[in-house]
């Protein structure tokens, strides 16, 4: 997507971060072996093929189609990799293999659209007040989010991928940490503001983020790190997993359906625990966050006689300051940088919890951005003032049903962009694939 004399700086930034994105995403897909991208590694989502054709396909139906009304020279394709799946009912796809395109046409179909789109942008103005939504690049920022996004829910589909269907990648090593030494820090009572303000400053963001709402938090203790595998096992050793008090009654029957008795990345032989990292299956790294459901991590902290944080208690923790004003991140206000947490695809792995003290929070709470999102207790709905996208009007409301929660944070493979304080992002309670840890919170003493 080269410049041209219509583009702004800005402009010309979005547009530069799209073929960077599109160079991360493609480098994504580079670590599947071919005979695997027919593969369905969670079993709930879509073959990886669908996933190497949909980032295009939403690119060309938003920009191409919606926006630049471009005709198209594979509507198959266009439909076949629109929309991906969210089952909320237990119903699996059944599709074969063969119902499926080859590899190559995929890829002829994004490398036309790439051309396609790029050449119809350098065309048309982004100041044209018959294309509203390209103003200011918002429809790209659109489309560079998605795909960001995407390049994430891959790499934990990708993480269920058997080791040998994956040609290995250089990992970076983790940074030494001492044991995260368990705790809880009192966090006084304040104000918490969720989302951000619709007011024309060109700043972007998804339609659950609008508008601001202002959330009065009381006083309460929160735990200073995550819980790690360590604690997570001693959880697991004490029955946890069989105390019929600890889980509600869907996550009991979930558990108990699925015949789940320990984190989805642990595996046990004799009497020693293995931890399936991306590319290699290790010693259960004891030090590493736990990654788990939402059911696992509520269970969790009722055993331990506490609750997990609110969004609103989240923002509390990490944003807020002891004389009110909030921050854009835990650390300040500086932008994310590679010794403040581990985010932007610096790591295929988790890192030791609390291996990146100066990222802590104004209140000394560590890794609250970065080295995995975090479960709320907070139901995904609306702010007070949500509009929906009118081009995308699904994107947020059609998981406003009750049974998705808000995650926070950011993981080792969350874009820097994406660590926005208003971003929110929403998985169901019984999906344990997700990058996601937990810590707990209670009343203050």
Not at 12 to 40: H, K, Q
Not at 177 to 201: E, H, S
Not at 377 to 390: C, Y
Request: aromatic share 14%; no cysteine; charged share 20%.
């Amino acid at each position: 997507m080269s410049a041209q004399q219509t583009l702004t700086d800005g402009d010309r930034t979005i547009a530069a971060s799209v073929v960077e994105a599109r160079a991360l995403t493609d480098e994504l897909f580079s670590v599947v072996r071919p005979e695997s991208f027919y593969e369905r590694p969670i079993p709930e989502r879509h073959r990886i093929l669908f996933y190497l054709g949909h980032l295009e396909a939403f690119d060309w139906n938003l920009l191409g189609r919606n926006i630049l009304a471009l005709d198209s020279f594979q509507k198959e394709f266009d439909r076949l990799f629109a929309f991906g799946i969210d089952p909320v009912g237990g119903g699996l796809p059944n599709d074969r293999a063969s119902d499926w395109p080859s590899i190559s046409e995929v890829r002829d179909y994004n490398q036309r659209v790439r051309k396609t789109l790029d050449a119809a942008l350098e065309r048309v103005s982004f100041r044209d007040s018959a294309l509203p939504l390209l103003r200011d690049g918002y429809a790209l920022h659109v489309a560079l989010e998605h795909r960001l996004m995407h390049a994430e829910t891959l790499a934990y589909m990708l993480h269920q991928l058997p080791l040998e269907s994956k040609l290995p990648q250089k990992q970076v090593s983790p940074p030494t940490a001492p044991p995260a030494a368990p705790g809880m820090v009192k966090i006084p009572a304040g104000f918490a503001t969720l989302g951000m303000a619709r007011n024309g400053d060109g700043a972007f963001g998804w339609d659950n983020e609008f508008e601001t709402w202002e959330v009065a938090v009381p006083e309460f203790a929160m735990d200073i790190h995550n819980v790690t595998n360590r604690q997570f096992l001693e959880f697991l050793r004490a029955g946890g997993y069989q105390d019929r008090s600890l889980w509600s009654d869907a996550d009991w029957a979930w558990k108990s359906g699925q015949e789940i008795s320990h984190p989805q990345a642990w595996s046990l032989r004799g009497e020693q625990w293995f931890y399936r990292a991306m590319f290699e299956e290790i010693s259960l790294p004891l030090d590493w966050p736990v990654y788990v459901s939402h059911a696992e991590a509520s269970a969790y902290t009722r055993w331990k006689g506490k609750a997990l944080p609110t969004e609103a208690q989240f923002h509390r923790a990490a944003f807020g300051i002891p004389n009110g004003v909030e921050r854009e991140y835990p650390w300040g206000n500086e932008p994310p940088q590679p010794h403040l947490g581990n985010f932007n695809f610096q790591r295929w792995d988790p890192a030791p919890a609390g291996a990146f003290p100066a990222g802590t929070s104004a209140f000394g709470v560590a890794d609250l951005v970065g080295n995995g999102w975090e479960w709320t207790s907070t139901v995904f709905a609306p702010l007070p003032g949500f509009q929906a996208f009118p081009f995308y009007p699904g994107y947020s409301a059609d998981f406003f049903d009750g049974k998705h929660y808000v995650i926070k944070g950011g993981s080792a493979r969350t874009a820097d962009r994406l660590l926005r304080r208003s971003f929110r992002n929403w998985f169901q309670p019984r999906y344990p694939y997700v990058f996601a840890k937990f810590r707990g919170v209670s009343r203050s003493s």
